[in-house]
Structure formats: structure tokens, C-alpha cells
């Protein structure tokens, strides 16, 4: 995708207790309110969520973009409509693209070890 990605989004939480936070996410500037089922969870992107070890592919888990898409697609086409998002690839990528340096797994941060 070219140019900048009109999705931004964060996880409320760093550090310890990952699994206390909720996902914030724009569009173009504009707060999106995720459905409730993913408000508060991981995504299941694809990643390394190792704190001792964070560069042993053996620890990787999640899906990588395009099934992550494929998988998606129902509940993230309902979100982008609602928005006004144009439904086109770009987008899905680009929501991929920006949620998944943020996803996080239970133990990722060690703070329930």
C-alpha cells in the first residue's frame, strides 16, 4: 500500500497487564468504535509473542494478512460500511497493517507470570 495508512491504531496498555486494555483505532482522524467481541481481546494477527524469546519464529502463532483477511472479512466489512470506509482491499490491508504491530497474546507481556 502506498503512501500513509489511514488506519492508526494502539492498545491502551503497555507493560505489564496487556489484557486490562482495549483497542483504539482512526480512521483518517476519526475514533472507530470496534464491535464488543473485539474491543478488549487480541486480533490474531500473525507475530512473535515471546517476551524471553522474541525472535524464535517457534513461538510465532496468528494468522498472517491474507487469511487474517479472509477470516475477518464478515465482521471488519460490517465495521468499514458503517463508517464509511470504502470497502476495497487496500483498507483491509491497511487495518491489518496497522493493528498488528500492537496485537498481543496473554503472556506477551509477563505480567500474569
Not at 492508526?8 to 483505532?25: D, E, F, P, Q, Y
Request: charged share 25%.
Amino acid at each position: 500500500m502506498a503512501g500513509d495508512n489511514p488506519f492508526k491504531a494502539a492498545w491502551s496498555r503497555s507493560g505489564n497487564l496487556l489484557c486490562h486494555g482495549h483497542w483504539i483505532i482512526h480512521w483518517n482522524g476519526e475514533a472507530l468504535e470496534l464491535p464488543e467481541p473485539r474491543r478488549e481481546k487480541d486480533m490474531g494477527t500473525w507475530a512473535i509473542y515471546n517476551i524471553m524469546d522474541p525472535d524464535d519464529e517457534i513461538f510465532a502463532q496468528g494468522l498472517k494478512e491474507d487469511e487474517w483477511i479472509i477470516e475477518h472479512v464478515d465482521w471488519l466489512t460490517d465495521l468499514f460500511f458503517d463508517n464509511g470506509i470504502p470497502l476495497e482491499t487496500d483498507n483491509y490491508r491497511a487495518f491489518y497493517q496497522a493493528i498488528n504491530p500492537h496485537d498481543w497474546r496473554c503472556t506477551s507481556c509477563a505480567g500474569c507470570m
